[in-house]
């Protein structure tokens, strides 16, 4: 054998490396459209009704195998008009929701929810006077500018069902990602800490 056919053999196929980068391209890109159809999907922010918690533009994350929707979750669902929507959840099956206490706060089943920690704060629980046992099997959601939302109120007063059915909804919101500067995770706030108390 002569040194030309060492140094052939030692050289590595520009094609084989060729063909395992587009293999791990492949790979890659079967992953995201696994991840996004069966695990989390990407939102943007369409309206100002969940300023200030999210803005119009923001681009958030999505988990799609998040479990049952709680009360203070930020959920993405299938709207009244059909289209994809975003509110927080202030009322599951089972709650009886009003509008309002002494003090003007929204109550879940007789407790006020502080709702300051992401209220808009130049907003108010609601303008609007309500009283609601919600259903079995489905949710009362609302914007948190409630001023600029509309959500579970307006449908009620406007003949239809207010609350949304929980297998309308797609996945709890876990953070922003975009733009950059807004990125972070969202938790449920501590308003609604003393309503899964009373559950017990």
């Known amino acids: ?3 030309g056919s060492e140094n052939e053999q030692k050289k590595p196929s520009r094609r084989g490396g060729v063909r395992e980068s587009l293999f791990l391209l492949g790979c890659g890109v079967v992953a995201a459209v696994l991840l996004q159809a069966f695990t989390f999907r990407v939102f943007w922010i369409p309206s100002e009704s969940m300023e200030n ?3 119009v533009g923001d681009g958030v994350v999505v988990n799609k195998l998040h479990g049952a929707a709680e009360r ?3 959920v993405v669902f299938k709207g009244w008009d059909g289209t994809d929507t975003i509110k927080r959840v202030i009322a599951i099956g089972g709650d ?4 309002c206490d002494a003090q003007k706060r929204i109550t879940v089943n007789g407790i006020p929810l502080d709702e300051k920690d992401h209220l808009h704060p130049d907003d108010f629980p609601s303008k609007d006077e309500f009283e609601k046992v919600v259903p079995q099997g489905r949710l009362w959601v609302m914007g948190d500018h409630r001023s600029a939302s509309q959500d579970s109120r307006d449908h009620e007063e406007h003949g239809g069902e207010g609350t949304i059915a929980e297998d309308e909804v797609t996945g ?4 922003v990602f975009w733009p950059l500067s807004r990125i972070t995770v969202l938790s449920t706030p501590d308003a609604f800490t003393r309503v899964f108390a009373g559950d017990g």
Request: with cysteine.
């Open 1 to 3: 054998m002569t040194a």
């Open 53 to 55: 918690t999210l803005h």
């Open 96 to 99: 009886t929701v009003k509008c």
């Open 72 to 74: 203070g979750d930020v």
């Open 172 to 175: 709890r919101a876990v953070a």
